[in-house]
């Protein structure tokens, strides 16, 4: 039998939205909310390039990531063709209007995925055994 971890009321899941749990460790689960007040958890991150799912516009049961609109199944986390890959779902339940995750799931499942680089230090990058770092172009 389960053990139920409470997150959330629907309510506080925007309509056609979504909302970031942290977790001890690993990366956040995004959980969604659809116009049919359906509730789906995924990992929040593309498969493609580590996009926040959480930021991403959802339709019918679906969220477009909002980096390169690679279009995911809320139900099952997988890319719709023509795109591939799949995002770590999580086991959620709704009772009495309030949200409940897998607590198992929240504490073991997509530890070892590493979140995405972004910001200062995200453009270097190596090539065969050297390291270097990619530079901005220069004005003037």
């Not at 979504?18 to 690993?26: E, I, L, N």
């Not at 986390?77 to 949200?99: I, M, Q, S, Y």
């Not at 198992?104 to 770092?133: I, K």
């Amino acid at each position: 039998m389960s053990e139920w971890k409470k997150i959330c009321l629907v309510n506080d899941i925007p309509l056609l939205g979504a909302r970031r749990v942290a977790r001890a460790q690993g990366m956040a689960v995004a959980v969604f909310r659809s116009s049919e007040d359906k509730v789906f958890a995924l990992l929040d991150r593309c498969p493609h390039k580590g996009g926040p799912l959480s930021q991403g516009i959802i339709f019918g049961e679906t969220v477009a990531c909002p980096l390169h609109n690679m279009t995911i199944g809320l139900a099952d986390g997988c890319a719709k063709a023509p795109d591939e890959g799949c995002t770590p779902k999580f086991t959620c339940k709704v009772e009495g209007g309030e949200v409940y995750l897998d607590a198992n799931e929240l504490a073991t499942l997509a530890l070892d995925l590493q979140p995405p680089r972004a910001g200062p230090g995200a453009s270097t990058g190596a090539v065969g055994d050297q390291t270097f770092a990619v530079q901005a172009p220069h004005s003037g």
